[in-house]
């Protein structure tokens, strides 16, 4: 396993981590362990949209999403 080192943290963020750690009820490392594992593992915006250019289009336009919005409005 890796070790990750932060320097020159600012004294409200360290602070804000303490106290959410301490509410989820962990240790500081724990929880900063959890926040950066999840971040890492959500895909950045560039991602997603390389995996929605890798599926293709859905076929469907802008104006045929607004028709069927304002033909069910007036049903």
């Known amino acids: 396993m890796g070790l990750i080192?932060?320097?020159?943290?600012?004294?409200d963020v360290h602070r804000m981590l303490k106290v959410r750690a301490a509410a989820?009820?962990?240790?500081?490392?724990?929880?900063?362990?959890?926040e950066v594992t999840r971040a890492?593992?959500?895909?950045?915006?560039?991602?997603?949209d390389a995996r929605l250019a890798a599926r293709g289009g859905a076929g469907v336009t802008t104006a045929d999403i607004l028709d069927a919005r304002d033909n069910g409005r007036r049903e």
């Not at 080192?5 to 004294?11: K, L, M, S, T, Y």
């Not at 989820?24 to 959890?34: D, F, I, K, P, W």
């Not at 890492?40 to 997603?48: G, H, Q, S, V």
């Open 40 to 48: 890492a593992r959500a895909p950045t915006p560039e991602e997603l």
């Open 24 to 34: 989820a009820g962990t240790s500081l490392s724990e929880y900063v362990l959890r």
């Open 5 to 11: 080192q932060i320097r020159d943290v600012p004294e």
